[in-house]
């Protein structure tokens, strides 16, 4: 699977109401109800057209934009632990994406070195039990980041093509990212495979950047254990 670049919807696409609605939507007090009868009311509808028309809303995640009206309803509801992780985890996987030099599995040795690749981390495909709850879609992303996957790629263009990673790690497979005794600009991410731990060791161009790599994973990581990540 693969990371989620979103996109989303245009306000062409989604008219916003008139602006009798708005005002009726800003005196509803507590009603959230529409003509009398449980549904959208027009204080959401209000919140949404406003939302689209300041560019609020812009991190939400991709597949907001392929539900249904009633769905996209749901997902711009105000922040709730589900979307503040979600965002908060997108954020971080643009910190960890970029080139790299990545040894093989078997280590450093005189005939093998470091090769360069391009990093990043993914979410796994949708499933269908992942709203089967009824959550929103910021909930549905939150179980497909749990799925996810810390790859990597020949280059940038295989990646931006969405080629098959040449190899990947599950992210809640992670135990461990730390420097050791390596050069600062290495990072060594270990991860189970059943009862065993293996090495995931990749280098950087620089120290800073190294560091603030570790940093950005090992977040990451804590808010795939969190209660809502």
Known sequence: GR????????????????????????????????????????????????????????????????????????????????????????????????????????????????????????????KAEDVSDGGSSWSAWRHRWRRGQLAYWADETSFRRREQPKGQIDLLSITRVSCGDCSPQEVTVIHAVGEERHNFIITFADGKRAENWRHALRRLRSLLDSRHG
């Not at 249904?68 to 922040?79: G, H, I, W």
């Open 3 to 126: 990371s989620s670049s979103s996109s989303s919807s245009s306000s062409s696409r989604h008219p916003a109401p008139r602006m009798g609605n708005r005002l009726k939507a800003s005196q509803a007090g507590d009603d959230y109800s529409c003509d009398g009868k449980p549904g959208i009311c027009n204080r959401l509808k209000a919140q949404i057209c406003c939302g689209e028309r300041s560019g609020k809303g812009k991190g939400a995640p991709a597949v907001v934009s392929a539900q249904s009206k009633n769905e996209m309803f749901q997902a711009a509801e105000p922040p709730d632990a589900d979307r503040r992780t979600v965002e908060e985890i997108q954020m971080i996987a643009t910190r960890l994406q970029g080139p790299c030099k990545k040894y093989p599995k078997a280590g450093a040795s005189f005939m093998s070195s470091a090769k360069d690749r391009y990093i990043a981390v993914v979410a796994a495909d949708a």
